[in-house]
């Protein structure tokens, strides 16, 4: 059974960090590039930051470049995202997305919530 599975959402204080952890099976991991993507109360989808399978190719977008960290290991089928200097604005559900050509997988999201 493929599963990806997020946690370590909460309720941070501004300013406070989070680390999103992303746990994947049932499927070849290592092969698969992972996309963190947000959605905000009442917006859209928002991509966050992708990784390939090698981790040699990393993007963010630009309202967290400097503050947020995408890292992978293969060989527990991990994916992380180390936030830093959270801001409102990065209150949202947080996904992860596992793909591969045609092919995506996505976890049921975990909350993050950045208030004082």
């Known amino acids: 059974e493929v599963q990806v599975v997020e946690s370590g959402g909460g309720l941070v204080q501004p300013g406070g960090s989070l680390r999103l952890s992303c746990a994947a099976s049932g499927f070849s991991f290592r092969n698969y590039a992972v996309n963190w993507v947000r959605q905000a109360p009442g917006k859209g989808p928002e991509w966050v930051s992708y990784i390939n399978k090698d981790s040699d190719m990393i993007y963010y977008t630009d309202t967290v470049k400097g503050r947020f960290t995408i890292s992978r290991d293969n060989d527990k089928k991990m994916v992380y995202l180390q936030m830093t200097s959270l801001k409102p604005g990065d209150t949202a559900v947080y996904y992860c997305?596992?793909?591969?050509?045609?092919?995506?997988?996505w976890g049921q999201g975990t909350q993050v919530t950045v208030s004082s």
């Open positions: 997305n596992a793909a591969l050509i045609s092919t995506n997988y």
